[in-house]
């Protein structure tokens, strides 16, 4: 049997399992690989990668997406303009580190809105807003602004994207309003727990042609996604890139096509249940 894990610090409620499982059978492969979680202190990333060396993959989530690198003998190139890692694989015994957050939220925004020559707007400065920002900054996007509560994170994010892109980014404070095509919250802020009734935006400065997305998929209905449902925003939930970036990490360990709307229902019917 084929193990594959998910590594992070809390980890007990991700779902990267439930959805990881559920593709797994679709696809003919339970006999073949298993998918399960491990709680991963960060003093005990090296420990990890030990036991990694005996398995076929995994998943990198919270704390150790940027940590991961040192210990990997070869980057993707995704991973390596990004400068986070949220998928191993195995390739001639080498352990590879690959990024699949970025064309994760990338492909759920393009369900919905052309990124091209759009202004977009990135709350938070990261793990996740590095991820999608630089890849983003790919699709020829206009103008891109990263809003973070502390400000010199954002500027030290902005500066990279300026330096190793051709997109214009600027970096802001969080100030409750701002003016943009896209705005994509990848902050805790609407989170199920004590943050659930904040949301990083005021209600009033959501604008109907704004697309608004937010990486929170629990609830699946932020305090800033209902708001801009409210304004008539188009929104994008984030069980999209939950289940994207969960698909293309199957695909690079099975070389075959992940089944998304099956992952998406199995995340769903957690949510729900
Ligand atoms: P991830 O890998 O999921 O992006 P992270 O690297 O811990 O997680 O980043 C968390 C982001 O949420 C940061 O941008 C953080 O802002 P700071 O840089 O100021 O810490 C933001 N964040 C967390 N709690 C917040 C809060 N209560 N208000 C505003 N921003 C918050």
Redesign the pocket.
Known sequence: MKELVVAGDPIEHSLSPVMQNAAIEEMGLENEFVYKKKQVKKEDLPKFIDYLKNIEGANIT?PH?VQVLRYLDELTKEAEFIGAVNTIYKKDGNLVGHNTDGQGAVEAVLEKTTIESSKACII??????RAIAFTMALYNIKELIIM???VG?AQELSKEINQKTSTNCTASP?SKNVNADIIIN????GMKGD?QNQTPIEAKNLQPDMTVMDIVYNPLETKLLKDAKEAGCTIIDGVGMFVNQGALALEKWTNKKAPRKIMRNAVMKSLNG
């Open positions: 919270i997406k938070g400065a990261g793990g996740a807003a973070n509560r502390t994170k969080l990848t902050t805790s802020l943050k």
